[in-house]
């Protein structure tokens, strides 16, 4: 079954001869609205709509909604959105309306959308004659807007702790809704970016950290988190530079410095290249906040910090150590080798066993039947006949021999595992450190607002409007931070 409503329309326009136009829908006398293409087939009216085609008598239809959009060439489309997304990161009505007043004057009495954009400029010179502010790219009044940005902050305030406190999961359920009030403040974008970050959604954690660097393209916190996100999803293109732009602005930073040195061990363990340039100064950064380090009595310690006097108890012990196992690796290597050359004499002696005399058969006499005829014969052994019996107490004193020396290996080896254990190895921590404070420039922001508003311009409007065309005057417009 064929369910594609504009399919439909456009076979039974051709079924029936009918004209398909472009349209926007039908209001019906009744109130009813509906939208899509429309098909003019006689006395009827079709409209294509998402649930199927609906025809209705034309008697019965109080008016056709146009679409102006449908008779605009594709560039007077995209300028038309273009102005449209322009008009709605206006701060004040006024700039919206400046947005309009232009478009319109560069636009040719034929352009179908002016009729659009007309009314797009009608209603933000109503809002400013009204009082309304612009927030979050809504229209509204200032004490809506205070009652939103009040609220978001007290969210806000409440997901910061519960972030501090490692409860993410519980801070995202506050910043969510701090979010929808208003998208625009960084602080928020900040901790909702950690909060995700720290529940394991990188996707989210970078769509709002990238946010805040849009704002504030030199928030350490910001590009060391987000550096820490791509690289551990091994995103280094992304990660590098990002982690790099951090440890340029705060190269004395000991956490950022850190995380630093944990890119380069992750791409040294991962073999990665065409890096170098990159490579290199990470590892000079490095380098430099280790010598200032060192001057503070402070040494590196794999991906730790100890002090001097620690790094050199360190050291010491563990040069002990290393000696005492290196002597007692020569003891288990002679050991071993005694063990082996007991092994082999054992095989030896075991083979030379299964051919070896008794000492019954060295004194066994001449055998004769009972007619007296030689049924075997004495057989003469040479005097260094070893019996069986001499082999075995042999090979008892050999394998009581090798039972001691693989005891004596089995102790030095447990000896060495715990002369091993006195070790203390650098640590190697791979998990990036992540900066929890947005700082204040970041949570104290607010977005600016008119003071004193002016006077609101008049609006050119086309006759369908019933308004006379105007001239927009640019008015003087004080600002103060919220």
Wanted: hydrophobic share 40%; aromatic share 6%.
């Amino acid at each position: 079954m064929i369910r594609n409503p504009i399919f439909c329309a456009l076979m039974l326009a051709l079924l029936f001869c009918t004209v398909a136009v472009a349209g926007s829908g039908v209001e019906l006398k009744d109130g009813r609205t509906f939208s899509g293409p429309l098909i003019h087939a006689g006395d009827k009216i079709g409209v294509a709509t998402d649930e199927g085609l609906m025809m209705f008598d034309r008697v019965d239809v109080a008016r056709v909604i146009e679409d102006p959009a449908a008779k605009a060439t594709p560039e007077q489309r995209r300028e038309y959105r273009q102005a449209m997304e322009q008009a709605s990161r206006a701060r004040v009505p006024e700039d919206a309306m400046k947005v309009w007043l232009a478009y319109l004057q560069e636009r040719p009495e034929d352009d179908p959308m002016l009729q659009s954009a007309r009314k797009q400029l009608g209603m933000w010179t109503s809002a400013s004659k009204e009082g309304k502010v612009v927030w979050s790219g809504k229209l509204m009044t200032p004490a809506e807007r205070d009652a939103l940005a009040f609220a978001a902050l007290e969210k806000l305030a409440t997901a910061a702790r519960l972030n501090e406190a490692g409860r993410s999961a519980d801070a995202l359920v506050q910043l969510r809704d701090a979010v929808s009030k208003w998208p625009e403040h960084p602080g928020i974008q900040f901790h909702l970016a950690l909060a995700y970050q720290r529940e394991r959604k990188p996707v989210d954690a970078v769509k709002y950290y990238r946010q805040v660097l849009e704002q504030h393209p030199n928030h350490v916190p910001s590009l060391n988190n987000l550096a820490a996100v791509e690289c551990t999803r091994r995103q280094f293109l992304a990660g590098v530079p990002l982690m790099l732009r951090a440890v340029e602005l705060a190269g004395d930073v000991v956490l950022v410095n850190d995380n630093a040195q944990r890119t380069l061990l992750r791409m040294e363990q991962l073999g990665l290249r065409g890096f170098e340039h990159e490579r290199t100064k990470l590892h000079n950064a490095t380098m430099r906040l280790e010598a200032a380090m060192n001057e503070r009595g402070l040494t590196r310690w794999g991906t730790s910090w100890v002090t001097r006097e620690r790094y050199e108890q360190y050291v010491a012990g563990n040069r002990r150590i290393q000696a005492q196992l290196e002597a007692m690796a020569g003891e288990v290597a002679a050991l071993e080798q005694q063990v082996g050359a007991l092994k082999m004499r054992i095989a030896a002696l075991q083979h030379q066993r299964l051919v070896a005399p008794t000492e019954a058969d060295l004194v066994r006499p001449a055998e004769y039947d009972q007619d007296g005829n030689l049924i075997r014969p004495r057989r003469i052994y040479p005097p260094s006949t070893i019996t069986k019996e001499k082999i075995d107490l042999m090979l008892a004193d050999y394998f009581a021999a090798l039972a001691l020396a693989e005891e004596s290996v089995m102790e030095r080896v447990a000896e060495g595992q715990r002369l091993k254990a006195g070790l203390v190895e650098p640590p190697q921590v791979m998990d990036y450190l992540l900066l929890t404070e947005a700082g204040d420039d970041i949570m104290l922001y607010r977005q600016e607002r008119p003071q004193e508003r002016p006077a609101a311009a008049p609006t050119p409007q086309d006759d369908d409007d019933g308004a006379e065309p105007a001239r927009a005057k640019a008015a003087e417009q004080q600002s103060n931070s919220r």
